[in-house]
Each structure stands twice: as C-alpha cells, then as structure tokens.
C-alpha cells in the first residue's frame, strides 16, 4: 500500500506534458472534477489510495497543481509516512510556487509539531522559510513553535515577517494580541480591528470573542482576574508557556488567588514541568477551594508522578462534582487508569455506583468493557441486558452496546453476528474495528478468501490510530 501512496508521482517524473485534445476550458473542468473526486474520496468515503490515485491524475494533467499534491501529503500524514509526505514536498517544490511549496512544508512540519518532534518540526519550517519567507501560515506555525520553546521574543519577531494584507487576517491579529500579554489597550485595539462576521472558523470565531470579552469584566474584580481569565485563554487554545510567562509576572500577587494558582499549576502541566504543576496546583488546593477542575488536574499529575493511591482519591473527588456529561468522560478516564494499574475490582464497584445511583446506561458501556477484558462473559451478558432495558440512548451508547452484543454473539457463535456486523457499520461506517472484525469473521466462516483480505486491507486503510492494524496483519499473515 506504501508503493501505491506515491505511484501517482512517479507518473509526474516521466509526464510533464499536459493531456492533449482538451481546450483550456475543457482542462480547467476536468481538472476541477477530479480535485472534487480526490476531496470526496478522502475527506468523506475515506478511501486513501484511490484518492491518491485521482489526485495523480490532476498531477498527470497539471503537474503545478498544489491542491493535487496538497492532498496526496495530507493523506500521508494521516496515515503516518512523515518521510514519504516530505518527499512529495520537495518534489513539488520543484514545481510550484515558493508560496505554494511553504504552504506544503508548514503542513509536514504542523503535523512533526502535533507529535511533539519539535527538532523535525522547526527543521520542516525552515525548509519552508527558504521558499517564501513571508507566507503566513509558516510565520504563524514558526512562531507557535517558538513559544512553545519559552522563546517570545524570537515568535515576535517571527509574526512580524508577515506583511501587507495578511496582517489583517483574524488568526495573525489574535496571536499579536496574544504576545502583548497584559497591555489591556494594545489588546483592545488590535481585536477592535477583527471583523467577527467574516470568520468562519468557530474556534477561531471563539477565540475572538473570548478575547473581546477582557474589557467587559468586572473592574471592581481587578488585573488579577484580567490575568486569570487571559491565562486561562492561552492554556485553552494551547499556548501554555505564554500562560507561564504571564502569571509568573504576577507571582507575588496571586499567592493568595486560587484562580493564579491553579492556572499556573495548569500551564505547567500542559508544559511538560510535573514539578512545578503539583506545587502551583497543591498551592490552589490549600486555599480550601472546592473545584473539580483543580481535582482532575492532580489527579492527573499524580497520576503520572506514580502517585496512584492519591491520583485515585482525586479522581473520586472529581467524578463526584461533576454534572452527567462531563462525569461521564472523568469516569471514563478513570476507570482506564484503575484497568492499566489493574485495580479491575474497584473499577466495578465505582461504575456500579455510578449506574445505580445516576441511571447512567454509559456506566453499563464500560462495565461491559471489564467484562470483556476479564472475558467474563456471563457478566457482559447481564450488563448487556441492562443497556437494554433503556428506552432511550444516545449514538456513542449505542454504538457501545452493539458493539458488545456483537463481541458476545461472536464468542458464543450466534447467527446475529452478520446482522450486528452491518449496524455497527451503519452506526460506524469508519471504524476500522468494524472492517476487522468483519475479515475475523469471514476467515473463521472459510469465506471467499479475497473477501477476507479487502476487509483487513480496508481495516487497515482507516485505521488512523493504530488499533487494529497489527493485529489485522497478523491474521493476513496466516491466509
């Protein structure tokens, strides 16, 4: 399947001529269809290589084409071939634009810098740099690399290579408001020049108005909370050191201000420096705050400090706050720490807890989760039975319950597991599990041994994360 990813470019190395017989307009409609076709195939139907291959095909025709090889590239890192993603870049440097080949190596390094290779991901932006040191989304990119490196003042001087009518684009106004930290007017005046109506990216919209929202606090509250409320701004929208860098200004005044505190605990943490966050988050806690904020967060530092006994009582605390929804997620999380420190027992008795007490079927979702991993399948079975005494649940629930009964028809052989297989699939058309399971499935039925493997190959195909690959080699392996 790698081969496949790049043959479509090894028709551009012997092919640069554009198809004959096609007027110009002829060319630009059937170019504009097959960029339709790739987008549909890969955004929507998920079918990576046949995407690749049309977007080929836009290159066989017009090999300058940047949304062609923009999509061949992100389709690469979505499926994780960093090396084979950059080397689409560089050829396509050769061949399109500098504003267009930045734009290629700031996607490459943007994903190095969401799997935190940091070294890669400024080697990627430089690589950029050398073809369009002014295309802003590089600048922007660089710049949040820079902060992220406790270095600001390289991102200021980064954002300020951006010039003429891309300085009046929302994203790049909010970072400079960003990097003025506490001057309250600089901040003002630049979110003052954003047109919200022109925004059509909600979290961008969100950032925004958040950002607006400093002058209409409470004055009698005072900096402090001004400070609070900007830091908690950063931490959110994943700029935790700019969070440090603030607040640290404010040491002295926030010692007795749990929001300070907290906050500081918080960037901390999301910064990388445990230390530092269970001290500032152990400062919050004894100001006698109750918040379940602040719960979850040392719950989580301890966690990972190895503390597990104190990272448990934290997350009992937490859960125990919590409206229905965001309980539910904590739950989730903590029942996943109580199975890898293999505390199965007590996983149970708190989810019980949480099923009786708030009639919470996403309780018997992970309750059927245990079972499944200790295959007591006398107890899925009952917890199976109590999903379905619910008149009503939401998909995700459904979703788990059909994925359970299917799991237990499965182990007991039933003749419901084709009919489970197609409404998990109905409830989940991208799910690789569904795919794999349904290639399992085949192969223990000695189906038609091609159909087993396009079920694996298309397990593997969207299998983004990681969960069933491995495994699904395995099984072809062994046809």
């Given amino acids: 399947m790698k081969k496949n990813f790049l043959i479509c470019l090894l028709v551009i190395l012997?092919?640069?001529?554009?198809?004959?017989?096609?007027?110009?307009?002829?060319?630009?409609?059937?170019?504009?269809?097959?960029?339709?076709?790739?987008?549909?195939?890969?955004?929507?139907?998920?079918?990576?290589?046949?995407?690749?291959?049309?977007?080929?095909?836009?290159?066989?025709?017009?090999?300058?084409?940047?949304?062609?090889?923009?999509?061949?590239?992100?389709?690469?890192?979505?499926?994780?071939?960093?090396?084979?993603?950059e080397n689409v870049a560089n050829e396509a440097s050769m061949r399109v634009s500098g504003e267009d080949a930045a734009h290629l190596f700031t996607k490459v390094g943007n994903k190095f810098y969401e799997i935190e290779k940091y070294e890669e991901a400024d080697r990627l932006y430089e690589k950029g740099v050398e073809q369009d040191r002014a295309y802003y989304k590089l600048n922007l990119a660089k710049?949040?690399?820079?902060?992220?490196?406790?270095?600001?003042?390289?991102?200021?001087?980064?954002?300020?290579?951006?010039?003429?009518?891309?300085?009046?684009?929302?994203?790049?106004?909010?970072?400079?408001?960003?990097?003025?930290?506490?001057?309250?007017?600089?901040?003002?005046?630049?979110?003052?020049?954003?047109?919200?109506?022109?925004?059509?990216?909600?979290?961008?919209l969100e950032r925004v108005e958040n950002l607006k929202k400093i002058d209409d606090l409470d004055e009698d509250e005072g900096d402090l909370y001004k400070v609070a409320y900007l830091a908690r701004e950063y931490i959110n929208w994943g700029y935790p050191y700019l969070a440090i860098d603030l607040l640290t200004d404010y040491e002295e005044e926030?010692?007795?201000?749990?929001?300070?505190?907290?906050?500081?605990?918080?960037?901390?943490?999301?910064?990388?420096?445990?230390?530092?966050?269970?001290?500032?988050?152990?400062?919050?806690?004894?100001?006698?705050?109750?918040d379940p904020g602040l719960d979850l967060m040392l719950a989580r530092a301890y966690f990972l400090e190895g503390n597990v006994d104190q990272a448990l009582g934290y997350y009992e605390d937490a859960i125990s706050q919590k409206d229905l929804s965001d309980r539910n997620d904590i739950?989730?999380?903590?029942?996943?720490?109580?199975?890898?420190?293999?505390?199965?027992?007590?996983?149970?008795?708190?989810?019980?807890?949480?099923?009786?007490?708030?009639?919470?079927?996403?309780?018997?979702?992970?309750?059927?989760?245990?079972?499944?991993?200790?295959?007591?399948?006398?107890?899925?079975?009952?917890?199976?039975?109590?999903?379905?005494?619910y008149y009503q649940i939401d998909?995700?629930?459904?979703?788990?319950?059909?994925?359970?009964k299917l799991y237990y028809a499965i182990e007991q052989e039933d003749d419901e597991v084709e009919e489970l297989l197609q409404k998990y699939k109905k409830l989940d058309e991208h799910n690789p599990e569904v795919y794999f399971l349904k290639g399992k499935f085949a192969k223990e039925q000695e189906?038609?041994?091609?159909?087993?493997?396009?079920?694996?190959?298309?397990?593997?195909?969207?299998?983004?994360?990681?969960?069933?690959?491995?495994?699904?080699?395995?099984v072809l392996a062994n046809i």
């Avoid at 190959?457 to 395995?474: C, F, K, N, S």
């Fill in 143 to 204: 710049a949040r690399l820079e902060i992220s490196q406790e270095d600001v003042d390289s991102a200021r001087r980064t954002i300020d290579n951006i010039g003429g009518s891309d300085r009046e684009k929302p994203d790049y106004i909010l970072l400079k408001a960003y990097l003025t930290k506490d001057d309250w007017d600089d901040i003002r005046y630049l979110v003052d020049q954003i047109d919200t109506d022109e925004i059509e990216e909600d979290s961008l």
């Fill in 331 to 389: 739950a989730e999380e903590y029942i996943q720490v109580l199975m890898d420190t293999n505390m199965m027992s007590r996983a149970k008795d708190t989810l019980k807890d949480i099923a009786e007490q708030d009639d919470n079927p996403w309780a018997y979702v992970l309750l059927c989760t245990i079972a499944y991993e200790n295959e007591n399948f006398q107890e899925l079975a009952e917890y199976i039975d109590a999903l379905e005494e």
């Fill in 447 to 474: 189906e038609d041994v091609q159909d087993i493997k396009d079920y694996l190959y298309r397990a593997i195909e969207v299998d983004l994360e990681g969960e069933v690959t491995e495994e699904a080699r395995r």
């Fill in 14 to 85: 012997v092919s640069s001529f554009l198809f004959t017989g096609c007027t110009n307009d002829e060319m630009v409609e059937l170019i504009d269809g097959l960029l339709e076709e790739g987008n549909q195939l890969y955004k929507e139907e998920r079918q990576y290589k046949e995407a690749v291959e049309v977007f080929g095909e836009v290159l066989e025709n017009d090999p300058t084409n940047v949304e062609a090889y923009a999509g061949i590239v992100s389709i690469l890192l979505d499926k994780g071939y960093m090396e084979k993603a």
């Fill in 254 to 290: 926030i010692q007795e201000y749990w929001e300070g505190q907290y906050y500081l605990g918080k960037a901390y943490f999301d910064h990388g420096n445990l230390d530092k966050a269970l001290d500032y988050l152990g400062d919050a806690e004894v100001l006698g705050v109750d």
């Fill in 395 to 404: 998909k995700e629930e459904e979703k788990g319950l059909v994925r359970y």
